[in-house]
Each structure stands twice: as C-alpha cells, then as structure tokens.
C-alpha cells in the first residue's frame, strides 16, 4: 500500500464524530485529495454508512464489534479501498463507546503496517452535553462506569476537541477548557463546530504531523469499561416504509419517530446516549437525532421529500436494557404508523448490551 494519511477520529456517542468526518472529507477534497472513510459499529445496519455514502463519499464499514476487536478488518477493510480507490487520506469513525484506541489500534498500526500508514494525531471529539455534567462532576444520566470511558476518551487523546460549540455560550466554552486542562494537563485542545466548520483548519494542521511516539499506554481497567459499555441497550432495525397518502413528509415522520421513542425512554427513566433515524427515498434523504435527555430531537438533515415508499434505518443507543428498548422503538414504530397512515415492514432488527471488548492486540507501549 501506498502511505496512506490515516486519520482516527473518536469520541463518545453522538459527539459529533460523522458531522466532523464529513467536513474533513470535503476539505480534503477540495485540496485535491481523494478520501476514503470507514465506519465501525457493533452491529449491521449503519445510519452513518447511509448517511456518508448519500453524500457521495468512499465508505468502508466494519461492523460487529469495534476496531480493537476486530482489527484485521479495519485492515482489510483500508486495504479494499485502497485496491480499488487508491486514497490519499483514510478517515476513522471506531464506536462511540470505545476506548484504548492508541494501545489496541493506533500503535499496533504503526508497528505492524509500517510504510503502509502515516497515523496522525488521535483527534476525540468532547461531547458537552454530557461533558459539562460529567467533567463537571454531576449526574449525567450514565453510571460512573460508562462515565468512565467518557474519560477514557478524553485522557488518550492527542487532539481534544471541544465540538458543538455553535451551542455554548462562552463560559461553557471556557469551563469545558479548563476542566479538560485540570484533568489532563498538555492536551492539545481546540475549539471546533462540525456543523460551521469553527476550527476545522487547526484541525487539519494538526493532523499533517505524525502521532509523535507515546511511552506507557493508559491504564484501562477492562472490567470496568465492559461494566460501562454492558449498561448501553444497543438496537439496529431496518424497515421498508410505505405511506397510504401522498402528502406524508420525510422530515416530520423520522422527527415524529424520535419524539415518541424519547418520550418512551424518558418515561422510564433511561438516559438516550444517540438515537439516529436515516429515511430514504431514491436520491433524497433526511436524519433526525437525539443526543441526550435534556436536549431537543434535531433534524440533521432535512429533506422535502414525500414518502411514497421508502427505506428507514433506527441505530438507537440508550441506558436502559435492550429488550425496553425494542420495546419503545416497536411501540413508537407502531403508533407512528397508525397516526400518519404508514406501514412498516421490518427487513433487520437486531438487539443487545455490547460484549466485554476483547482486543485483536494490546500494546503495553509504543
Ligand atoms: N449544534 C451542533 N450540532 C452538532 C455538531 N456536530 C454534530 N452535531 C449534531 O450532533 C448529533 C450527532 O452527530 P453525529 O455526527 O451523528 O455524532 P456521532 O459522534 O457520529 O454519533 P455516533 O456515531 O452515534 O457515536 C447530530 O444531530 C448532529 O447534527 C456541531 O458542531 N454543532
Ligand atoms: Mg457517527
């Protein structure tokens, strides 16, 4: 393989991770540069492969379980775009509730695909959120176990970047600075917004160097992490939709299906980590998000499409057990239709609490 720029690009779930990749992949390509992207999740399904390759970009995926697991696929997977698109730079997307990435992928990368690679900077987007109440020692919604691999996250980054920040006011802004600065000193941090492209330059500066050398790894206590990624109800469903009216509109169905699973999860006390729904109708395509319990359902990407029929893909990710999750996405489903006069037929649904992590490769130090 040629020396491919290998950009990994973390951060917990619903940080911001695809926005940012998106950006990164049109700034590349505006330089003249080809981009490949590869996704990662823990199972089939993937709103952010939809979502990518709706908007024209390379996509590789390696579902299943995360890239520390499942290394040799990361691999082939680059390797695949690489045979057949030959790109310049390859953007990484591991799972938003992985960590250890520089012990179990980036270091491993190095040594062991050397000439292959040059791996940049491990980039972790900060979620605020729920940044703010976890560095702000509060109640986030999540146990101190999936809090901890928020500050996992956070500690084995070379690039912080403080996302969202279209959304914070200065002061928080300069509270999630500090917090970051207090906890792990020297980081380089940088201010960014996915969506307006604030920071994207620093970031692409940053990333031309190479990931200087790192000694010991970060300790990980892989109980702990597994306890934390264990609490996630974690769902992916497929159906195919078609509507009994000619006048049902894309945006409002998948931001009505949002709505009434939040309302379902926050009846029974659950906190949302992300829930995502892509629909799609020949070229067109719109997704709605929710990031978390006190923040509004967003429509990502609008459309003006009407459905006549459709595809529609749910990635739901939530602290509750998997099987009131199906629960509240089989009964949102269900409402939804008899309320606009849609029927769903589900092709894939697929329903768990995420397997203790066992990585391909764990490096001690670099
Ligand atoms: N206001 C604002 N919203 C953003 C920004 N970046 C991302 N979002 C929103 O945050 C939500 C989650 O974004 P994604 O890019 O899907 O997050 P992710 O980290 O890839 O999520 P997972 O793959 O589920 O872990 C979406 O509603 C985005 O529109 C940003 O800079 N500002
Ligand atoms: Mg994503």
């Given at each position: 393989?040629a020396?491919?720029k290998?950009?990994?690009v973390?951060?917990?779930?619903?940080a911001?991770?695809t926005?940012?990749?998106?950006r990164?992949a049109?700034?590349?390509?505006?330089?003249?540069?080809?981009?490949?992207l590869?996704?990662?999740?823990?199972?089939?399904?993937l709103?952010?492969t939809?979502?990518?390759r709706?908007?024209?970009?390379?996509?590789?995926?390696v579902p299943?379980a995360?890239?520390?697991?499942?290394?040799d696929?990361?691999?082939?997977?680059?390797?695949?775009?690489e045979?057949?698109?030959?790109?310049?730079?390859?953007?990484?997307?591991?799972v938003?509730?992985?960590?250890?990435?520089?012990?179990t992928?980036?270091?491993p990368?190095?040594?062991f695909?050397?000439?292959d690679?040059?791996v940049?900077?491990?980039?972790?987007l900060l979620?605020?959120?729920?940044?703010?109440?976890?560095?702000?020692?509060?109640?986030?919604?999540?146990?101190p176990?999936?809090?901890?691999?928020f500050?996992?996250?956070i500690?084995?980054?070379?690039?912080?970047a403080?996302?969202?920040?279209?959304?914070?006011?200065?002061?928080q802004?300069?509270?999630?600075?500090?917090q970051?600065?207090?906890r792990?000193?020297n980081?380089e941090?940088?201010?960014?917004?996915?969506?307006?492209?604030?920071?994207?330059d620093?970031?692409v500066?940053?990333?031309?160097k190479?990931r200087?050398?790192?000694?010991?790894?970060?300790?990980?206590?892989?109980?702990?992490?597994?306890?934390?990624e264990?609490?996630l109800?974690?769902?992916?469903?497929?159906?195919?939709?078609?509507?009994?009216?000619?006048?049902?509109l894309?945006n409002?169905?998948?931001?009505t299906?949002?709505?009434?699973?939040?309302?379902?999860?926050l009846?029974?006390g659950?906190?949302?980590?992300?829930l995502?729904?892509?629909?799609?109708?020949g070229?067109?395509?719109?997704?709605?998000?929710?990031?978390?319990?006190?923040?509004?359902?967003?429509?990502?990407?609008?459309?003006?499409?009407?459905?006549?029929t459709?595809?529609l893909?749910?990635?739901?990710?939530?602290?509750v057990?998997p099987?009131?999750?199906?629960?509240?996405v089989?009964?949102?489903i269900?409402?939804l239709?008899?309320?606009?006069g849609?029927n769903?037929?589900?092709?894939?649904?697929q329903r768990?609490?995420?397997?203790?992590?066992v990585?391909t490769?764990?490096?001690?130090?670099s």
């Open positions: 393989m020396n491919i290998f950009i990994m973390g951060g917990f779930l619903g911001g991770k926005t940012a990749i998106g990164l049109r700034n590349y390509t505006e330089q003249g540069l080809k981009v490949g590869v996704t990662n999740d823990q199972a089939n399904g709103v952010d939809q979502s990518l709706a908007q024209g970009f390379l996509v590789g995926e299943g995360c890239f520390c697991c499942k290394f696929d990361l691999v082939s997977t680059v390797k695949a775009l045979t057949e698109h030959h790109p310049d730079v390859v953007i990484t997307e591991p938003g509730s992985c960590t250890d990435l520089v012990a992928v980036i270091e990368l190095r040594k695909h050397q000439g690679f040059e940049a900077p491990l980039a972790v979620k605020p959120e729920h940044g703010l109440k976890i560095l702000g020692d509060e109640q986030s919604g999540f146990s176990q999936a809090a901890y691999i500050l996992k996250q500690e084995e980054a070379d690039v912080v403080i996302n969202k920040i279209d959304k914070l006011t200065p002061e802004q300069e509270m999630l600075r500090d970051v600065t207090r792990y000193p980081k941090i940088v201010l960014v917004s996915g969506t307006h492209g604030d920071g994207f620093t970031l500066e940053l990333f031309k190479p200087p050398s790192s000694g010991p790894m970060m300790e990980v206590d892989y109980e702990k992490y597994a306890e934390g264990a609490e109800g974690w769902l992916n469903a497929t159906y195919e939709v078609s509507a009994q009216h000619d006048d049902i894309m409002d169905v998948i931001v299906l949002l709505q009434k699973i939040r309302a379902s999860l009846e029974g659950a906190e949302p980590a992300h995502k729904v892509l629909c799609q109708t070229e067109q395509f719109g997704v709605a998000n929710l990031v978390g319990s006190d923040v509004d359902v967003e429509l990502s990407v609008a459309s003006d499409a009407k459905i006549s459709a595809e893909f749910v990635n739901a990710r939530a602290a057990a099987e009131q999750l199906e629960s509240a089989q009964d949102s269900a409402a239709g008899q309320e606009k849609l769903f037929t589900q092709q894939k649904l768990f609490s995420p397997a203790p992590p990585p490769h764990r490096f001690a130090s």
